[in-house]
């Protein structure tokens, strides 16, 4: 059974980096026909994409984000990691990683999500 | 980008009365392959979202056959054939054609 699992700080303050961490079960990171993907929630709010990465470590950013986020991945843990730098209250939010599967050589849904982690930026 | 437009946002539903929900994209989603990356999903209260509906018309597996997902280019409709209780949440379409990803606002349905 394949599992997402998010872990984190928490709380942190104004002007710190978040660091989250996704640990994936019951598959490898590596194998071929997925990608990984962050996704946010603010507090009773729809859902935000913030981007990708692929086990060869290929990225992409939501612009929205692109300044202040990085993605990686460590396949010997099998997890893969994002970071967001100079977070601000707006960056409170439920923050879900998700499985994609490609389809015909193309990214689609999220099939797998973690139960999410929620962080809250507070001074 | 692509911007996706979902109604209604709230939707009152008689048990056991059929649900439809619309999805309208700002550009087609129809891929030179065949394919319409459009997928919906439900979040239940207190829970993450779980894929319903998966290149606009396949269920994911799992998924009863109550639910069903139509359309092509630019207009899709997810379609519950008789509502049950359990499928109260938000309903959310999402196409993956073109990067950044985007969601639909959501769509509250409600047992009335």
């Known amino acids: 059974q394949v599992q997402l699992q998010e872990s984190g700080p928490g709380q942190l303050k104004p002007s710190q980096t978040l660091s989250l961490t996704c640990t994936v079960s019951?598959?490898?990171?590596?194998?071929?026909?997925?990608?990984w993907n962050w996704i946010r929630q603010h507090p009773g709010k729809g859902l935000e994409w913030i981007g990708y990465?692929?086990?060869?470590?290929?990225?992409y950013y939501n612009p929205s984000l692109k300044s202040r986020v990085t993605f990686s991945v460590d396949s010997s843990k099998n997890q893969f990691s994002l970071k967001l730098s100079s977070v601000t209250a707006a960056d409170t939010a439920l923050y879900y990683c998700?499985?994609?599967?490609?389809?015909?050589?193309?990214?689609?849904?999220?099939?797998?999500w973690g139960q999410g982690t929620m962080v809250t930026v507070s001074s | 980008d692509i911007v996706m437009t979902q109604s209604p946002r709230s939707l009152p539903v008689t048990p056991g009365e059929p649900a439809s929900i619309s999805c309208t994209s700002s550009?087609?989603?129809?891929?030179?392959?065949?394919?319409?990356?459009l997928d919906w999903y439900l979040q239940k209260p207190g829970q993450s979202p779980q894929l319903l509906i998966y290149?606009?018309?396949s269920r994911a597996p799992g998924v009863p056959g109550r639910f069903s997902g139509s359309g092509s280019g630019t207009d899709f409709t997810l379609k519950i054939s008789s509502v049950e209780a359990e499928d109260v949440g938000v309903y959310y379409c999402?196409?993956?054609?073109?990067?950044?990803?985007?969601f639909g606002q959501g769509t509250k349905l409600e047992i009335k």
């Open positions: 998700a499985r994609g599967n490609i389809v015909a050589t193309h990214p689609d849904g999220f099939d797998i």
């Open positions: 019951g598959v490898s990171i590596s194998s071929g026909g997925y990608y």
């Open positions: 990465i692929y086990y060869s470590g290929n990225t």
């Open positions: 550009q087609s989603l129809l891929h030179n392959n065949g394919y319409n990356y």
């Open positions: 290149l606009g018309s």
């Open positions: 999402m196409q993956t054609l073109q990067t950044p990803y985007s």
